[in-house]
């Protein structure tokens, strides 16, 4: 399937079993993973990440992404795990 399948070109969010997804939320769980680890970032940054990536996860589940894509880090199994 192609992307515009699922987002044509103008829409910017889908309803996936109730829970609005946002475009780009896949992409944005991927950084905010990156910016809770990067140790170049202070604290709060840190924390903002976390917070940022744990609302992304109702989305993800809506998806069935967790389904397909397991996390292979310890800590983000851990992180995602809990809050499922």
């Known amino acids: 399937m192609r992307p515009e399948a699922i987002l044509p070109d103008g829409v910017d969010t889908i309803d996936a079993n109730g829970v ?3 475009k780009g939320s896949v992409g944005a769980f991927l950084a905010s993973w990156r ?3 990067d140790p170049a970032r202070d604290a709060a940054a840190r924390a ?3 917070a940022d990536l744990l609302a992304l996860l109702p989305g993800l589940d809506a998806l069935g992404f967790f389904e397909v894509f397991a996390p292979r880090d ?4 851990a992180l995602v795990a809990g809050r499922r």
Not at 74 to 77: I, R, V
């Open 20 to 22: 609005t997804v946002r």
């Open 35 to 37: 910016a809770m680890n």
């Open 48 to 50: 903002e990440a976390e």
């Open 74 to 77: 310890p800590k983000l199994a």
